[in-house]
Every structure is written in structure tokens, then in C-alpha cells.
């Protein structure tokens, strides 16, 4: 996307090369450049703080690729935490976040391009060698198609372009002679027979030796993919094309392309999130611009781009309007339905739409742009990184952040378009907070949950595709980069690819379109393209002032549920539907309004009550419609109110040499002892007690006395640990998972249970790991001998002054802590997949047994009210938003729900059923819709 930087404002002309720039000319570009332009608002940044910040990143970038190479290629990706390669088939598999890898040395190819944006053009050379010496594309592998084109053709593709840029320039790459195209078209023919569906659609999955040929394969069974899968080929395929003369890739992605199109949800021109690659049916008929669509909207807009084909941005122009009209509620993007798109499907929303402002950037509709972009920058301000999925009132909802470029895109680009220096303060933020908190001696480690600042062992490859480049080219100068990025198209993996690929080998689209520019109805886009030329320079505080009622969005949110009322209702004075949070069983109007809803009151025996929506009772669709979000929400804040009962991951972090509080691991709270969110950190020396089980008196004392005791799990109750290492005079324990292997990476974390009787009398801390996490403890204890370790709720900041800091004297307070019920989840998300918000939930095991737990959710409410805090009714319509985010959270931190009126927790029926009730009236209501259309 570097076209985003040129200088071409709305109506300046860019006669450079046809005919996407005639067309980009008149159309909806609408950017700046960055130099010179702003006079006033956040103070300027010097050319030296520049540099030194441009010079960070490239240390930074050192620091991540060195030790890629030197501890983890030719595997695909690096393990930070334990400094080695991550091989597909070593590890335990992480689901589909694996298909990425294919053996390939997966994060070699991802840093090819970025290698000469960095100025490093002797390691580039270095680098292309070694793929063309060791790469193999022919491994015995499933991979995904998605990914694999992203990151490795489009890899290949940018570093074939940049290579014979400099090949051309005649000092470096002399010897070179498309080697890396001809690897690319390899891989491109791998990719075909995923085209092989009467749709044209690619299979999600191919096995790069056999394809789908099965048994062979292992794939080709798969009916769906996303739309994202699926629409995000065409600029490496296009180019693969262009470069080589084979119109077959172009082809194939058109086709694609041509059939989500077609697919699209007339009424709404809104697309799914998944789609039977068979049928053309869509699976999932929620829609926004994140997880599992996100790409398919940025390849038509940059298709257009690159190869002047104007289809693609009619295209792109008819689902923006959509988007504008239906998902953008700003600051928010959130999902709705593709058939009721006044329908939200989401309280939430996910990290990856982070890039969407970009793309409004590159469209050219600056201020909902500037708007996302600070309300995603005042919640990375409260976590210091995005979170994987965040409520609509800022709250995390999947806690893990896999150090994601998408933001830092989003204000790459806003920068270009703005000039305003308010944009480079975000970027030396984001930088400090990836040195503070992912840095670790071996790499960048991704933040497996935010509020506790613990890691994963996980860097993925796009962090050096994307991020790196995108924060060096926000510092830098024209003159800092040794070709100029804006003959360059950014792919979604930020590769790049030449524009002047527009005017080569177009065979494929002269077919379907005319050369000539034909003027675009752009009548629906009246707030797009403020003309910046003239906009900014001037009211400089354009931006500023864009960004300032946001300022607070984040802090002084209200809790709430789903934000969007029906406009509609309230311009012609109707009331608004009735919210769940709102909703109270004794009210005779919600009663009423109920009825209306198509909801009926259900009162089981216990005294409880449970809802049930039959929208075929409802008074008219848009009650019906009304009822089902009403459900919606129920389900929400049922699911809600639980989470608020379980007690959140805590961190173990090494603070003695030479981590000094980088490496922060994941680790389990226990339902007795210490609670450490409510009290100090305990720090302290490891030792591991004798008998290592710890189920009975320590044999050792004088080892474990005034240190944090490790014991392994099993063969008898935590808490009976627990009293023993707390009688040999340790002042907190870490129980080791003692199943070889185990890891948060892979399994879902849980809290330890008490032994079902009285556990006030353990007063220290106690925490669990996972034997992966475990063994890092161990393997420093035999490296290092003495290890210290921070027992806390968050890992405390890692500065260097840790590095020098005195030991504090460990704290133990005493705490009683009731055994509470124990609550369930897991910890793997699948963002494209997974819809219920369990993340950063946790399990509750009793040591010894299986769970025996009581996993019930509830969506009953008691007839009293439906909600904790009855104040809380009017706070999001009438705007009086008191401290109820405040309020909340005391809440949670409670012992107990404080609401005696709730009946949401235990021993009721379990969610799954409810749902498999509520399925049938969803089903119901979509027969209905059907018949509606
Ligand atoms: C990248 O691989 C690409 O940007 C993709 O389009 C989705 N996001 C990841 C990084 O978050």
C-alpha cells in the first residue's frame, strides 16, 4: 500500500503509469504527504529523535532475525521462551494455527523484503542463498492455502521484486537470475489443485507433495473456508502471473473473487464469514471487517490497484458502503448479520480489523479512520498491547496478543495521509511497549495474556514481515530507504509488489474490463475523500480534533452490551428495544415487551427462570429481531457475569540473572491460599522440595524455608501440598504439572481447588504450571543455580533498573479465602472458528481426579432482576455512565457475586443445551428470513 505515501492528493494528477494512477487521480485517494504539512497539535518529532527511534527499530529487528537464525532456521518459526526452532510434528500441535507451517523456514521467506526496506542489503543477499539453497516446497505437509500464499508466494514475490530492483541499481544481486520467481511459480502450481471445486473456490488445506489427492493428502474433505481463504489471492497470484506469463494464477483468483461476489447478500452486499466451497451457502452469516474477512475487502480495493481493473473497485465501493452503512458505529466496527445487518452479532470485537483504518486510508476516508484508530489506541494504552478481542466497553475479552502488525499498519498509514507528528508518539509507544514487555533474551515472545503480561512461546513470522517494516518506514525519511516504497504495493503480509506489474502481461484482464477509465458513480460516498490537500494544511488540528472527544473513550466507558439502538426507532420517537442488561423480571412492561419479543417466561421448579424465544410468536419481524438479539445479549452477559466469577491467570515471572524479569510465564491460580490480586507480589528463591511430590512432611526444610517451594503434581491434593511446603517454612509454592509435555500453549489452564474442606489455615500463594513452562524454571535452576522468581497477578514492568533492583522482602500476608465454586473453560482460540468467549477463562481441578466440576452457565434470571446492579438500567441509553466499569469490577473482585437477586452461576443448565434450544428458534427465525427474501 505504499501508493498511500505519494504525495496524491484527491484531483492531483499522477500520469506515472496507466491506468490504475488515471484512475487513483480522480477516484478516491485522498492522501498527503507526510512531510512538511503540519504546523500545529502534537509537537513535531526532530530528524534526530527520528532516526534514533528509525536506528531502534532496526536493533530491534536485529534482535528478532538474529536469533531466528541462529537458535531456530531452517525450522519455520522461533520459540522465544526456549531460544530453539519450532518444528511441525516436534510440538505439540496448536490446531490450525499450525497450517502456517510447512517446512519451509517459514520466517526466512516472510523477512526477505523486509531485509532491504531495512537497508540490509548485504544479509538480503545472504539471505536469498540460503532459501535457494535449503528451501524445500515439497514436503509431505498440510498446509494452508490462505497462509502459505501470503507468506511464502508472496514472499518469494517480494524478494524477486526487490532483487532485481537491485540488480538493476547494478551493485548487489548480479548473480541473480530469477531464481526466487521460478521458486514462486513452483509453489503457485502446488497451490492449483486447490482450485478443483465446482465453485472455484479453494480448498482451505493442501498437502504441498500430493495436493488433495487423497488418502495421500489428509485433506480435501473440508467443505469450508473463510471468505478472507478464499479472497485474498489475487495480488500474488496477478503478480505471479505478470512476472512469469503463465494467466493461469491470475485466472484462478479471479474466479474466486468473481464467485464471492456473485455470493454476496443482495439485500445487505454484506459477505459471511465462512462459505461451503461445494454450495456457495454461507456458513457463518455474521459479517464484519476482522477475522475471517478482513483481506477479501483490502485485495479488491489493491487489486484495483495494481491492476487498474475497475470491477474490482466497484466492487470495493459497494461493500465499503455496506460497511459504512451497517458495521461502522464509531469509534466501533462491529459484526452483524449478513440478512438483518441492523442485527449486531457481536458484543466484541477482534485485533485484526486493526487494519482496517489503513485501508480507509488508502479508500481515502480519513476521519472514521483517525476515530478507530484512537479507540484502538487508547485500549492498547490501557493493555499495553491490542487484545486478541475486546468488549465494546474496552473490557478484554480474549486476552493472548500475538504481537500483531495490523495497528502499527493502520498508523503507518494514517501518518502518511496526515503528516500529524501525534502519529509517530504511537509509534515510539508501541516500540517501547514491544521492548518492556515481549522482549526476551531470545527474540520477541507474543503476550499470552495481557493483563498479566505472561508469554507464549510463539514469534510468529509476520511480526518480522510487518511490523518492523511498517514502524522503520514510519521514522524514516525518503533518503533512509534505498528504493523508492512508492512504486510498491503492500500486500496483507506487507510484501511488495511493483505497480508497474499494472501494464504487464494483461491478457487476463483485458478480457473482462476496458482500458479506458470510466467515471464511478460515487454518489454514496459523500464523506469520503476530504480533500487533504486542502484539509489539513489548512486546519492542521483536523485530526486532533477528530481524536479528541475519544480521548476518554476507553476509561470512562460504561459497561455495555451491545451499543447499536435502532436508529430508525428513535427518530420517529419509537422506544428503544429492550436491552438484556436492562431487563427485570417483576417489570409488567418488560413482561409486555417480552411477550412482543416472541420471548416466554419459563419457571422451573427451583424458583428460577429461563427465557425461550419462539420468533415465530413474535408480533412482527422487527420484534422478532429484537428478541433474538435480546437472546443474543442474554447469552452475552450470562457468559459474562461467569467470567467475572473465575479468577484470572496469574504470572510467574524470573527476575534473577540474565532474565531480570523477561521471561513471564502463564501459570494457574489456586482457590486457596494468597490472593495475589489482592495482595503484594511474593518474590523469593526457587527450591524444589523433598519428596519432589510434596504430599507429605518435607525432608528438606532448611531448603525450601523463606523460598517459593516446587513440587509436582499428583498423588494427592493441592492443598495438602500446599500445607506442607507452607510448614517446612516456604513462603509459596509452584506446583509442576507432572504430564511430560503439557503446556498453556496447548492446554487449557484451571484453577487449583481446594481439598473440599476449610483451607484458611494456607496462607502463601500457590500457583500452577504447565510442565513446559515448568521445565524453564528448572532447566535456569541447573544453568543458573540460583533462581528468583515474582509471584504476582501482572508481571511487574521489566526495566533495566530490575537488573540492579534489591531484593524485597517476600510479603505473606494471611488471606481467607472461601473455596469457591469452580467455573470452566478453555484457553484455545481460533479466531476465524471460535465465537464463545472463553479464552482467558480457566478450568478448576481438584488434584488427584478428574474435574468433577459444575460447569453450568446459566441464561435463567431470577425474578427479580436480571442483573447485579439495578442502577445500572438507564446508564448507556440516558448517557449517565457513573463509575459502572468501576462498579463492575468491584464486583468481581468480590468473593461472591454480591447480587443475592442473580441466579446466573451454579447447578443450572448447562449453556450447551440452552443453546441447542435457542438453535432451533435461530433456525426457526432464519427459515423465516428465508421466506421473508
Ligand atoms: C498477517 O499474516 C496478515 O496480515 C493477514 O492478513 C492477517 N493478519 C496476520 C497478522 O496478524
Redesign the pocket.
Known amino acids: 500500500m505504499s501508493e498511500a505515501g505519494g504525495g496524491r492528493g484527491c484531483g492531483s494528477s499522477v500520469p506515472q503509469r496507466a491506468p490504475w494512477s488515471l484512475v487513483a487521480a480522480t477516484a478516491a485517494f485522498c492522501l498527503v504527504s507526510a512531510t512538511s504539512v503540519w504546523t500545529a497539535g502534537a509537537a513535531p518529532m526532530s530528524r534526530e529523535e527520528r532516526q534514533k527511534l528509525g536506528n531502534q527499530v532496526l536493533e530491534m529487528f536485529d534482535h528478532a532475525y538474529g536469533n531466528y537464525m541462529e537458535h531456530a532456521y531452517p525450522a519455520d518459526e522461533l520459540m522465544p521462551l526456549t531460544c530453539r526452532g519450532r518444528v511441525r510434528g516436534q510440538e505439540p500441535s496448536r490446531g490450525d494455527v499450525d497450517d502456517a507451517l510447512g517446512k519451509f523456514s517459514l520466517t526466512l521467506i516472510d523477512s526477505l523484503d523486509t531485509l532491504v526496506v531495512l537497508n540490509k542489503t548485504k544479509e538480503f543477499e545472504d539471505a536469498v542463498k540460503k532459501v535457494l539453497r535449503d528451501v524445500n516446497l515439497d514436503n509431505d505437509v498440510v498446509v494452508s492455502v490462505f497462509?502459505t500464499n501470503?507468506?511464502v508466494l508472496g514472499g518469494l514475490l517480494g524478494g524477486h521484486s526487490l532483487a532485481i530492483m537491485l540488480k538493476e541499481k547494478g551493485e548487489y544481486m548480479q548473480w541473480y537470475n530469477d531464481e526466487l520467481l521460478q521458486m514462486a511459480k513452483q509453489l503457485g502450481y502446488k497451490l492449483l489443485p486447490a482450485f478443483n471445486t465446482t465453485s472455484g473456490l479453494p480448498y482451505p488445506r493442501i498437502n504441498l507433495k500430493f495436493g488433495i489427492r487423497k488418502p495421500e493428502a489428509r485433506t480435501g474433505t473440508e467443505t469450508d473456508t473463510c471468505t478472507?481463504c478464499a479472497g485474498?489471492l489475487i495480488l500474488e497470484f496477478a503478480a505471479l502471473s505478470r512476472f512469469t506469463g503463465a494467466t493461469i494464477f491470475e485466472e484462478y483468483a479471479r474466479k474466486a473473487l468473481d464467485f464471492l461476489w456473485e455470493k454476496r447478500q443482495r439485500s445487505s452486499n454484506l459477505v459471511g464469514v465462512t462459505i461451503n466451497i461445494h454450495t456457495g451457502d454461507w456458513v457463518r452469516k455474521d459479517s464484519g471487517v476482522g477475522a475471517g474477512i478482513?483481506?477479501y475487502y483490502e485485495y479488491l480495493l489493491k487489486a484495483y490497484v495494481l491492476l487498474g481493473d475497475d470491477s474490482f473497485l466497484e466492487r470495493f465501493n459497494t461493500h465499503y458502503d455496506a460497511i459504512m452503512r451497517y458495521i461502522s458505529q464509531p469509534p466501533l466496527l462491529l459484526d452483524v448479520h449478513i440478512h438483518k445487518p441492523m442485527l449486531n452479532a457481536r458484543t466484541w470485537m477482534d485485533a485484526?480489523l486493526a487494519?482496517f483504518p489503513g485501508l480507509q486510508v488508502l479508500k481515502g476516508d480519513i476521519r472514521p479512520a483517525i476515530e478507530t484508530h484512537e479507540m484502538l489506541y487508547q485500549v492498547i494504552k490501557k493493555h499495553n498491547f491490542l487484545p486478541e478481542a475486546f468488549t465494546t466497553d474496552f473490557r478484554v475479552h480474549w486476552a493472548q496478543h500475538?504481537l500483531?502488525?495490523?495497528f502499527a499498519e493502520s498508523t503507518y498509514f494514517l501518518y502518511k495521509a496526515t503528516g500529524d507528528p501525534y502519529y509517530l508518539e504511537v509509534g515510539k509507544t508501541l516500540i517501547e511497549n514491544l521492548n518492556k514487555y515481549a522482549r526476551v533474551p531470545c527474540g520477541f515472545a507474543a503476550m499470552k495474556d495481557v493483563r498479566t503480561g505472561s508469554h507464549e512461546d510463539r514469534m510468529?513470522s509476520?511480526f518480522l514481515a510487518?511490523m518492523f517494516k511498517y514502524l522503520y518506514l514510519l521514522f524514516a525519511d525518503k533518503e533512509d530507504i534505498i528504493f523508492d516504497i512508492e512504486d510498491y504495493i503492500f500486500t496483507?503480509?506487507?510484501h511488495l509488489l511493483p505497480l508497474w506489474l499494472s501494464t504487464t502481461n494483461q491478457s487476463i484482464s483485458k478480457k473482462n474490463t476496458t482500458s479506458e477509465y470510466t467515471e464511478l458513480d460515487d454518489s454514496n460516498f459523500d464523506w469520503t475523500c476530504p480533500n487533504t490537500q486542502i484539509l489539513f494544511p489548512n486546519d492542521p488540528l483536523y485530526a486532533q480534533s477528530i481524536r479528541e472527544p475519544l480521548k476518554n473513550v476507553v476509561d470512562k466507558s460504561c459497561p455495555r452490551g451491545i451499543i447499536r439502538v435502532r436508529e430508525e426507532s428513535f427518530r420517529s420517537g419509537a422506544k428503544p428495544p429492550l436491552r438484556a442488561r436492562d431487563f427485570m423480571a417483576t417489570n409488567p412492561e418488560h413482561l409486555e415487551i417480552l411477550k412482543k419479543m416472541g420471548v416466554s417466561l419459563i419457571h422451573l421448579k427451583d424458583g428460577r427462570v429461563q427465557l425461550v424465544q419462539h420468533a415465530i410468536q413474535a408480533a412482527s419481524s422487527i420484534d422478532a429481531e429484537d428478541g433474538l438479539r435480546f437472546m443474543q445479549e442474554m447469552i452475552e452477559l450470562s457468559s459474562q457475569q461467569q467470567k467475572e466469577q473465575q479468577l484470572p491467570p496469574r504470572a510467574v515471572q524470573i527476575v534473577s540473572h540474565p532474565f531480570f524479569g523477561r521471561v513471564v510465564l502463564t501459570a494457574g491460580p489456586a482457590q486457596f491460599g494468597l490472593d495475589l490480586s489482592k495482595h503484594k507480589e511474593t518474590r523469593g528463591f526457587v527450591a524444589s522440595s523433598k519428596p519432589y511430590n510434596g504430599c507429605s512432611e518435607l525432608t528438606n526444610p532448611e531448603a525450601v524455608m523463606g523460598k517459593i517451594a516446587l513440587i509436582q503434581r499428583g498423588q494427592c491434593m493441592f492443598a495438602e501440598k500446599a500445607r506442607n511446603i507452607q510448614n517446612a517454612g516456604a513462603i509459596g509454592g509452584i506446583v509442576i504439572d507432572d504430564n511430560e509435555g503439557s503446556s498453556s500453549d496447548t492446554a487449557p489452564l484451571f484453577q487449583m481447588a481446594g481439598d473440599g474442606k476449610d483451607t484458611d489455615d494456607i496462607k502463601i500463594p500457590m500457583l500452577f504450571l504447565f510442565s513446559k513452562e515448568g521445565s524453564i524454571i528448572l532447566d535456569a535452576i541447573r544453568e543458573y543455580e540460583e533462581v528468583e522468581v515474582l509471584l504476582s497477578d501482572k508481571a511487574k514492568d521489566r526495566d533495566p533498573e530490575m537488573e540492579n533492583e534489591e531484593q524485597p522482602s517476600s510479603e505473606n500476608d494471611s488471606q481467607n479465602q472461601s473455596a469457591e465454586q469452580i467455573t470452566s473453560s478453555s484457553q484455545e482460540v481460533d479466531l476465524v472458528d471460535q465465537e464463545s468467549p472463553e479464552e482467558s477463562s480457566l478450568n478448576s481441578e481438584p488434584e488427584s481426579s478428574p474435574a468433577d466440576t459444575d460447569n453450568a452457565a446459566s441464561v435463567s434470571a431470577s425474578e427479580q432482576n436480571s442483573h447485579p446492579t439495578e442502577n445500572r438500567e438507564t446508564a448507556s441509553l440516558d448517557g449517565e455512565c457513573t463509575d459502572l466499569d468501576n462498579q463492575l469490577q468491584e464486583q468481581s473482585e468480590t468473593e461472591e457475586d454480591s447480587s443475592p437477586n442473580v441466579s446466573w452461576g451454579k447447578k443450572v443448565q448447562p449453556i450447551d443445551s440452552i443453546l441447542a434450544d435457542w438453535n432451533e428458534d435461530i433456525e426457526a427465525f432464519e427459515m423465516m428470513e428465508k421466506d421473508e427474501l
Request: hydrophobic fraction near 30%; charged fraction near 40%; aromatic fraction near 10%.
Open positions: 497462509e501470503i507468506r478472507a485474498t478482513d483481506s485484526l487494519f500475538p500483531r502488525p495490523e510468529d509476520f510487518e496483507t503480509e506487507a
